[in-house]
């Protein structure tokens, strides 16, 4: 009946409270949607953070982004507010900072909610390791931890795409529906002549060229 409920690893049912949708488990809290409202459960099903926001993240490095009324903030695992609602939208905490837009702008803020870089994109993406997705125009680029510009916004920006999320260091882009490869050092690293093309794991890629496959 288009609803979920979670089982333990016996199998059985834990028929605490069916959800419209329930998320996988990080830092051992897993968010969940019940008719238009976020909240999060506990491994046991119980609701450890009541179901009240608009919209709700997993949660990272001990923070989730969590919205009410359109506006953005973030809540600890004890569902305490940390960082007021007051961003346009809000991303994953990957080390010690977050992306966050605000009136057409983005930056970073640490966990005090403090600016600490601000860019002139339209959008912001987590760090991976010391390199963050920016959007212009919707188009794609990196920059570094201070803010410059690795490789300047140059790939189309495609919503539910792997964009610029990086295996193995690399990350696919594609062009003129060929696909390459960038390095995690903003470097073309494979250059777009792929038809189809998969993450890099343990060192190789599965592509396809001229109807036929293989691994680079």
């Known amino acids: 009946n288009d609803h979920y409920v979670h089982i333990d690893l016996l199998g059985r049912l834990l028929l605490k409270q069916l959800y419209k949708f ?4 990080e830092e051992d809290l897993s968010r969940v949607r019940l ?3 976020w909240g ?9 953070i009541e179901v009240r926001y608009d919209d709700a993240f ?3 490095n001990g923070l989730a982004a969590v919205s009410l009324n359109n506006q953005y903030g973030f809540i600890n695992k004890e569902g305490k507010v940390v960082i007021s609602p007051r961003f346009n939208w809000a991303g994953d905490f990957k080390g010690e900072l977050a992306p966050v837009q605000w009136f057409g ?3 970073f803020v640490d966990k005090n909610g403090l ?3 601000n860019t002139p994109f339209e959008k912001c993406f987590p760090f991976q390791k010391n390199v963050a997705v920016v959007l212009h125009e ?11 510009l690795l490789l300047p916004p140059q790939f189309p920006y495609f919503s539910g795409s792997t964009n610029g999320e990086f295996f193995d260091d690399m990350a696919i882009f594609k062009v003129d529906n060929k696909f390459g490869f960038v390095s995690i050092k903003g470097e073309i690293a494979v250059l777009p002549r792929y038809e189809s093309a998969g993450d890099f794991s343990e060192g190789l890629a599965p ?9 680079i």
Do not use: A, P
């Open 22 to 25: 329930i998320g996988y488990f």
């Open 105 to 107: 702008k983005s930056g």
């Open 138 to 148: 919707n188009l794609w680029g990196l920059i570094d931890l201070n803010g410059n």
């Open 115 to 117: 600016f600490i870089l």
């Open 40 to 48: 999060y459960i506990n491994g046991k099903g119980d609701e450890v």
């Open 58 to 60: 997993d949660f990272s």
């Open 35 to 37: 008719i238009k409202r």
């Open 207 to 215: 592509v396809q060229l001229h109807g036929k496959y293989g691994y």
